[in-house]
């Protein structure tokens, strides 16, 4: 359990940097925003596969 925390909390510390840099995390080419008079529709698709794909290789190094 203490290793899991360990990975989890590095793995929030980097996406941190990687804001603070400049990487613009939700605002991705593939994200969809849908803009009308009352309402904003987001759909964070490129989003989701990429913090998809940081879960999935952080896990497979926890079990390791």
């Known amino acids: 359990m203490g ?4 990975v989890v909390g590095v793995g929030i510390a980097g996406v941190g940097v990687l804001v603070m840099l400049g990487v613009p995390l939700g605002r991705l080419p593939g994200d969809i925003v849908f803009r009308r008079e009352s309402a ?4 964070p698709i490129a989003t989701s ?3 998809s794909v940081f879960v999935t290789v952080v896990l497979m190094l926890v079990r390791r």
């Open 49 to 51: 596969i990429l913090l």
């Open 3 to 6: 290793k899991l925390l360990v």
């Open 40 to 43: 904003t529709i987001y759909i």
